[in-house]
């Protein structure tokens, strides 16, 4: 069974940082592309940044300049760090991934249980 499962999650004060992480784990042949996704209270969900295996990004626009993603393939890790957090990002923050469980066929999709940031002014 794959499993994706965040951490690093938080309090922080407006204005500081925190990492988010996602690892991948179980029996699967390859990692595709990778999200980070939160929800605020009251709002739907939002893509907050995109990574491709080839490490080819795509971030929202509320974070950009704040927050980087990026991956380790060789960990089956995702990261996002986040910078000069304000307490609009307070949210749940899930993983996202798109994985092959073999060498045909499609990717399946899979989330995370999701991290909880809290950030206060």
């Known amino acids: 069974q794959v499993h994706l499962v965040e951490s690093g999650g938080g309090l922080v004060q407006a204005g500081g940082s925190l990492r988010l992480s996602c690892l991948a784990s179980g029996p699967f042949f390859e990692i595709d592309t990778m999200a980070w996704y939160r929800q605020a209270p009251g709002k739907q969900r939002e893509l907050v940044a995109d990574i491709t295996s080839g490490s080819t990004t795509n971030i929202a626009e509320s974070v950009k300049g704040r927050f980087t993603i990026s991956r380790d393939n060789a960990k089956n890790t995702m990261y996002l760090q986040m910078n000069s957090l304000e307490p609009e990002d307070t949210a749940v923050y899930s993983c996202?991934?798109?994985?092959?469980?073999?060498?045909?066929?499609?990717?399946?999709?899979?989330w995370g249980q999701g991290t909880r940031v809290t950030v206060s002014s």
């Open positions: 996202f991934a798109q994985i092959y469980t073999s060498e045909l066929g499609s990717p399946s999709l899979y």
